[in-house]
């Protein structure tokens, strides 16, 4: 249980197990496990796909899995015959139970634990401005593990939780927009005992996002045709890839690789301008759009293992949504299935809806549809909502001043 190797998809060198890059190229790395076939362990939550995820143990309390469930409503809408919902979010009387209504709760579990297998003592440092500082805090929170939240100071009311929040979280807030708390958040993870979580570049977090793939697979003992996701840096789209193509070597599955149908929101959508050589005009973004989570200057596009190698190798595509689609769609879904969902999800139902409209999709062709976040209206019936608060607050340009952040980051601490 739990045997991994992580390898470099350029030179085909084995790395030390935590690395985020390989020494001789820029490549992605990715782990390889020892058992190729996947066998569910009777675990809570994610850890059900303990084989293929990057860890020696569970991370205890914490890996709530998503649910895929057939679509009754959403299909007859769309005049689809074999939808299936893979549905990432708060929706328990389905089953689902993931506390922060996104799929980055499926990275940060694996992410954490790692930290802790780890045992060097380094402190975990992200930077997000919404569902990835969330996902985290709510880990961290179960564990006790030291986080670092980097995030913009309009992000700051965002950041709540279901968990009384740890002792062990400093969160900083910086006086800038999200490119800015990025910038700053990689500052800090360049010093001694402080590591960064790595985005696309971290195993833990391709693998977790993984298991939607691993879960409809397992769900409906096949690979669908085709999958829909909307993306911002394309990360996970290359997990669906990439668990597809464990799941093609596991062998009972079937032997067929699924589509990647990626959508981005328009004009933030760098990955749908590199893929279809449409130009649009992003030079205001991320204002206004639909949903700001999408949003991501550097998609690791053209990197060996990247979105583009994603994409040739499933013989996928990219479609770009304008908000009044994303609109519309995510009103056809609420009303279809019963739930509401983040406005990021809506972005994949309506590439949906164009695929079936334009016949890249058939009506009878198997489909799984990531429903990446939703359930929040669900999660607020059900639980008082904890906001983390502010440990410090500082400028975009602190460059200089680093040092003097690290000190006071390193007591807020060793505070508790
Ligand atoms: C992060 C996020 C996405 C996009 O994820 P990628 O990393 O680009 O694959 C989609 N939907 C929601 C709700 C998200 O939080």
């Keep these: 249980m739990g045997e991994y190797l992580v390898k470099c998809l350029g030179c085909g060198s084995v790395q030390p197990p935590y690395a985020l890059t390989c020494q001789n190229d820029d490549s992605l790395l990715r782990t390889e496990y020892r058992s190729k076939r996947l066998k569910p362990k009777r675990l809570p939550g994610v850890w059900r796909y303990f084989d293929w995820l990057p860890v020696r143990e569970p991370l205890r309390g914490a890996g709530e899995k998503p649910i895929t469930y057939k679509s009754e409503g959403l299909a007859k809408e769309l005049g689809l015959k074999d939808l299936h919902v893979g549905f990432s979010g708060y929706w328990p009387e389905k089953g689902a139970r993931m506390a922060t ?64 929040p740890s002792d062990n979280i400093c969160v900083v807030s910086v006086s800038g927009d999200y490119t800015e708390a990025i910038d700053v958040g990689s500052r800090l993870a360049t010093h001694p005992g402080f590591v960064g979580e790595g ?50 070597q596991d062998g009972r599955f079937g032997q067929n690789m699924p589509k990647l149908h990626l959508a981005q929101n328009l004009p933030c959508s760098p990955v749908y301008t590199a893929w279809s050589g449409q130009k649009v005009d992003g030079s205001t973004c991320p204002k206004g759009m639909y949903d700001d989570v999408l ?43 019963e739930i509401d969902i983040l406005p990021a999800a809506a972005i994949a139902v309506a590439a ?65």
């Design 199 to 248: 985005g696309a570049r971290n195993v833990a977090r391709r693998d977790g996002m993984g298991v939607v793939m691993l879960d409809a697979a397992v769900t409906n003992k096949s690979l669908p045709r085709h999958y829909f996701q909307a993306i911002g840096s394309g990360t996970g789209g290359i997990a669906a890839w990439e668990a597809s193509l464990r799941l093609i």
């Design 295 to 337: 949003y991501n200057r550097k998609p690791p596009y053209s990197v060996k293992g990247g979105v583009k190698d994603a994409l040739e190798n499933t013989g996928g595509t990219v479609y770009g949504i304008t908000n009044e689609e994303a609109k519309d769609a995510r009103k056809l879904f609420e009303e279809a299935e």
């Design 352 to 416: 949906l809806k164009k695929a079936k409209d334009s016949g890249l999709v058939e009506e009878n062709e198997s489909i799984l549809l990531n429903i990446t976040g939703g359930g929040i209206l669900r999660v607020k019936e059900e639980f008082e909502l904890k906001t983390l608060r502010c440990d410090i607050e500082t400028e975009p340009s602190a460059l200089s001043e680093d040092q003097y952040l690290l000190n006071e980051i390193n007591q807020i601490l060793r505070r508790s």
């Design 101 to 164: 209504c996104s799929f980055k709760d499926l990275e940060a579990p694996a992410t954490v634990q790692r930290m802790i297998e780890r045992a060097d003592g380094q402190t975990l440092v992200v930077s997000s401005a919404g569902n990835t500082a969330r996902a985290f805090a709510q880990a961290t929170s179960v564990s006790g593990t030291p986080l670092v939240l980097v995030i913009p100071s309009s992000g700051l009311e965002k950041l709540w939780i279901t968990e009384t």
